[in-house]
């Protein structure tokens, strides 16, 4: 069982940056891959980035390419994801999300967090 726990979310400025944190209970050499996802108020959840535990190879959507940076520090079990020139549109809950062996932006993961709202004022 894998443990996930956001951090970071909060009330931003349009234009701004934030690192959204995801405290993540993951042996290093686990076969592992955490990503990002968000929901927007009515809309459906979208995949925003993903990384591998171990190795570090990631990918991110399309639709936030070049204003999203995803990283992980295993010596402090933390995944994090990093985003510039924040827009309202931006304005959803973050979920970070575990999965075994496939890194992939489907939604298919096993163990989800339990969220934290980003809110982008304008």
């Known amino acids: 069982q894998v443990q996930l726990v956001e951090s970071g979310g909060g009330l931003v400025q349009a234009g701004g940056t934030l690192r959204l944190v995801c405290s993540a209970s993951i042996n290093y050499f686990d076969n592992y891959i955490v990503g990002w996802f968000r929901q927007a108020p009515g809309k459906e959840r979208e995949a925003v980035a993903a990384?591998?535990?171990?190795?570090?190879?990631?990918i991110v959507a399309e639709s936030v390419k070049g204003r999203v940076t995803i990283s992980r520090d295993n010596a402090k079990n933390a995944v994090y994801l990093e985003k510039n020139n924040l827009q309202p549109q931006d304005t959803a809950v973050y979920y970070c999300a575990g999965r075994r062996r496939t890194l992939t932006l489907r939604d298919d993961y096993e163990f989800w967090g339990q969220g934290t709202q980003v809110t982008v004022s304008s």
């Open positions: 990384i591998t535990w171990h190795g570090g190879t990631d």
